[in-house]
């Protein structure tokens, strides 16, 4: 059974530092890729980072490039998402996502929500100011 768990989130001032934590269960993250997206209130979710199993390829959204960074751990089976310089904007529900089959990542598509078919319950990010 295909589990993510996300877990890092909380209270940090502007210009602070999180660390989120996706840890996958049931597949491995050898082989298959995990996006990050989030969602605040009263706004669509969208994609944040992805990160490819076959070669480590990264992708970012253009609102948290040179500020966030993604990485994995395959022998934790764990994502991460480093997020720095955080700004009130950043608040939102952070969730990681996958889809356990093999498909074509790429630049046009990472950040469609409909690629992903298992979700994780999200971890709360506020930024205050």
């Known amino acids: 059974q295909v589990q993510l768990v996300e877990s890092g989130g909380g209270l940090v001032q502007l210009g602070g530092s999180l660390r989120l934590s996706c840890e996958a269960s049931?597949?491995?993250?050898?082989?298959?890729?995990i996006g990050w997206f989030r969602q605040a209130p009263g706004k669509e979710r969208e994609g944040v980072s992805c990160?490819?199993?076959?070669?480590?390829?990264?992708y970012y959204a253009d609102s948290v490039k040179g500020r966030f960074t993604i990485s994995r751990d395959n022998a934790k089976n764990t994502v991460y998402l480093l997020m720095n310089s955080l700004k009130p904007e950043d608040t939102a529900v952070y969730y990681c996502?996958?889809?356990?089959?093999?498909?074509?990542?790429?630049?046009?598509?990472?950040?469609?929500?409909?690629?992903?078919?298992?979700w994780g319950q999200g971890t709360q990010v506020t930024v205050s100011s």
């Open positions: 996502a996958t889809r356990p089959v093999p498909w074509s990542i790429d630049s046009s598509n990472w950040s469609n929500q409909h690629q992903y078919n298992s």
């Open positions: 049931g597949f491995s993250l050898d082989y298959y890729a």
């Open positions: 990160i490819k199993s076959s070669n480590g390829r990264t």
